[in-house]
């Protein structure tokens, strides 16, 4: 089995998530390859080759990331005080291509090509989340997602991650297969 897991992360946290999941799909078989690979790394025909496609991305202003909202969150990042490499690496993953970019250039795949979707948010009232928008359009390319969205809390806009979503990402991504 192959397992492409696509994500995009401003401060890290989507990227840890991502590589937990990666952990998991290994933990329950040890003999699937898996490719973990930022979205501006993730090329349709590493896509194509997978036989389940995991896409995940932060939460901004309650939904998918756009460009203007990884451009506020760089603007944010650079006014905290003694946050130098978070905002370095905010501002350098703002100016790659986002998941909404990349969905525009996904080929539509097979019926029997499995996804699934995933994001990192906030826990608070009527925050949102990414990952319904993301399984909206894996469903739109024709991928049969295979598992409700999953959204990993993130303690404060920029993270950490909250105690325990590392594990909890584990057993999701092993649960995948």
């Known amino acids: 089995m192959h397992t492409v897991i696509v994500y995009e992360s401003m401060y890290g946290n989507t990227r840890e998530i991502a590589e937990a999941i990666a952990e998991g799909v290994h933990q329950a078989d040890p003999a699937a390859a ?3 690979l930022p979205v ?3 090329s349709t025909e590493t896509t194509r080759s997978a036989d389940l ?8 202003m ?8 990884r451009r506020m969150a ?5 006014h905290k005080q003694g946050r130098e490499a978070a905002a370095a690496e905010a501002r350098e993953n703002a100016e790659g291509p986002g ?11 097979e019926p029997g090509t499995y996804a699934a979707a995933f994001d990192t948010r906030v826990d608070m009232p009527r925050a949102g989340g990414a990952a319904h928008g993301i399984a909206r359009r894996l469903s739109s390319h024709h991928y049969d997602v295979v598992a409700e969205p999953e959204g990993f809390i993130v303690e404060d806009n920029d993270g950490p991650l909250r105690a325990g979503e590392l594990d909890r990402a584990r057993a999701w991504g092993a ?3």
């Open 99 to 109: 998941l909404r970019a990349w969905f525009h250039d996904l080929p539509q795949t």
């Open 74 to 78: 760089v603007a944010t990042e650079a």
């Open 175 to 177: 649960k995948l297969v």
């Open 40 to 42: 501006a790394e993730a």
């Open 62 to 69: 309650h939904g998918m990331s756009s460009g203007l909202s």
């Open 53 to 60: 496609l995991v896409v995940g991305g932060p939460t901004h």
């Open 34 to 36: 898996v490719d973990c």
